[in-house]
């Protein structure tokens, strides 16, 4: 099994929705990120969580939000959806301290039509 | 400055070459890096973490000039399956935040 998954792998919604993006793990770690990629731009960070209690803002945290409900879960949520948050959303999770490797999920496709 | 550039390329190579690209970055006190391999439209894998001068796995060396700031990966005997994007990661400091460039295109072509 996936040390780092991701539910729903593709999604299709319209604009104004709410939706949920889930990220689950089983490495133990105690960071966990939200990222987006859309082409050509690279990776870009949403949110950031350092262990349960702790929630961080990326750099373009706005119009998502983000729950960590257990050390192995991390949710993020777009409120109501529009067309230009279709992307690729990746969720990755890394130990911490002494080991900064990062680990990824296999991704989310969304489509805000 | 970005804190990450790289050329986006593509690198257009045959079967067999070397290539090699570099990473530039802008925080004087990162202290180690990271080379991921990312397939198209899927996960970024890490694919070497660089901690001193440089590192070497197989086919793949990164090597780290501190002095004027870059790091460079260098590939030999490219493999068809090498085609992907590489992406650079510096690291500083407890708190890091991990900060992605664009990454580097590499084709290897028959």
């Known amino acids: 099994d996936a040390d780092v998954t991701q539910t729903p792998r593709n999604r299709i919604t319209k604009t104004g929705k709410r939706i949920m993006l889930e990220c689950s793990q089983t490495?133990?770690?105690?960071?966990m990120y939200w990222y987006r990629q859309d082409p050509g731009l690279g990776l870009r960070l949403i949110y950031y969580?350092?262990?349960?209690?702790?929630?961080n803002k990326g750099e373009i945290s706005d119009g998502y939000s983000v729950s960590r409900q257990a050390q192995a879960k991390f949710s993020l949520s777009l409120e109501s959806a529009i067309p230009n948050q279709t992307a690729l959303y990746f969720c990755a999770t890394s130990a911490g301290e002494g080991a900064y490797e990062q680990y990824f999920g296999p991704g989310t496709r969304l489509t805000v039509t | 400055r970005k804190e990450v550039e790289q050329d986006p390329g593509p690198f257009n190579v045959p079967e067999g070459a070397t290539v090699a690209f570099n990473c530039t970055y802008s925080?004087?006190?990162?202290?180690?890096f990271f080379w991921y391999r990312q397939d198209c439209r899927k996960e970024p894998k890490l694919l070497m973490s660089?901690?001193?001068s440089g590192n070497e796995d197989g086919r793949f060396t990164a090597q780290l000039n501190r002095a004027s700031q870059y790091i460079s990966l260098l590939i030999r005997d490219s493999k068809l399956s090498d085609s992907a994007t590489y992406l650079c990661?510096?690291?500083?400091?407890?708190?890091?935040?991990?900060?992605f460039g664009r990454g580097t295109s590499l084709i290897v072509h028959p």
């Open positions: 660089v901690y001193s």
């Open positions: 990661v510096p690291r500083s400091g407890g708190s890091y935040i991990p900060t």
């Open positions: 490495k133990g770690h105690d960071r």
């Open positions: 925080n004087s006190a990162s202290q180690s």
């Open positions: 969580s350092f262990d349960v209690k702790d929630i």
